[in-house]
Antibody, heavy 119, light 113 residues
Framework: QLQPQESGPGLVQPSETLSLTCTVSGGSISGTPHYWGWIRQPPGKGLEWIGTIFYTGTTHYNPSLKSRVTLSVDTSKNQFSLKLNSVTAADTAVYYC???????????WGQGTLVTVSS | DVVMTQSPLSLPVTLGQPASISCRSSQSLLHSDGNTYLNWFQQRPGQSPRRLIYKVSQRDSGVPDRFSGSGSGTDFTLKISRVEAEDVGVYYCMQGTLWPLYTFGQGTKLEIK
């Protein structure tokens, strides 16, 4: 069973960079037609797609976050990562990683990790 | 940009009764490849979202057949034929037609009366 798993600091200082990693078990992130992505959910609010990456390094970002987001992939570790810079309290959210099935979207989700932006 | 609008935002339902959630997109979700990439997700309290329906009406593996999706173009519906206690949660529609740009609806909170 494919299982993505998020990891990273749960607390980030305002204006700093949020960094998270998604480790995928039960399957390889490379050599398949699937993309991989990040989605976030502020406390008590809805879901927001952040960005998408292919194992070759091709990326696509939500235009509303594009200036602050960088996705990367490490196929040797079966991981992909998210960096969001210049964070504010508005970036406080549960961050999910997921496998993407083109237009059919997210078919496997991680359990999510809460990141709080606070001094 | 496509906007996904769900209604209602809150849905109290009696156990065993049907439920229906509407999702409207600001533009047609018919893709040039002939598919319509409209997905439905369920998020139970304290859990990650789970995809229930893809391509308007295709149920994911393990999804009970009391869940059904329908619609075309800009108007879509998720129906639950008989609501059970385990169906409590928030339901989101999401378009994938404009891949790689995904857009979620605001979510509909289903609760038991």
């Amino acid at each position: 069973q494919l299982q993505p798993q998020e990891s990273g600091p749960g607390l980030v200082q305002p204006s700093e960079t949020l960094s998270l990693t998604c480790t995928v078990s039960g399957g390889s992130i490379s050599g398949t037609p699937h993309y991989w992505g990040w989605i976030r959910q502020p406390p008590g609010k809805g879901l927001e797609w952040i960005g998408t990456i292919f194992y070759t390094g091709t990326t696509h970002y939500n235009p509303s976050l594009k200036s602050r987001v960088t996705l990367s992939v490490d196929t040797s570790k079966n991981q992909f990562s998210l960096k969001l810079n210049s964070v504010t309290a508005a970036d406080t959210a549960v961050y999910y990683c997921a496998r993407l099935d083109y237009g059919d979207a997210m078919d496997y989700w991680g359990q999510g990790t809460l990141v709080t932006v606070s001094s | 940009d496509v906007v996904m609008t769900q209604s209602p935002l809150s849905l109290p339902v009696t156990l065993g009764q049907p439920a229906s959630i509407s999702c409207r997109s600001s533009q047609s979700l018919l893709h040039s490849d002939g598919n319509t990439y409209l997905n439905w997700f369920q998020q139970r309290p304290g859990q990650s979202p789970r995809r229930l329906i893809y391509k308007v009406s295709q149920r994911d593996s393990g999804v009970p057949d009391r869940f059904s999706g329908s619609g075309s173009g800009t108007d879509f519906t998720l129906k639950i034929s008989r609501v059970e206690a385990e169906d409590v949660g928030v339901y989101y529609c999401m378009q994938g037609t404009l891949w790689p740009l995904y857009t979620f609806g605001q979510g509909t909170k289903l609760e038991i009366k």
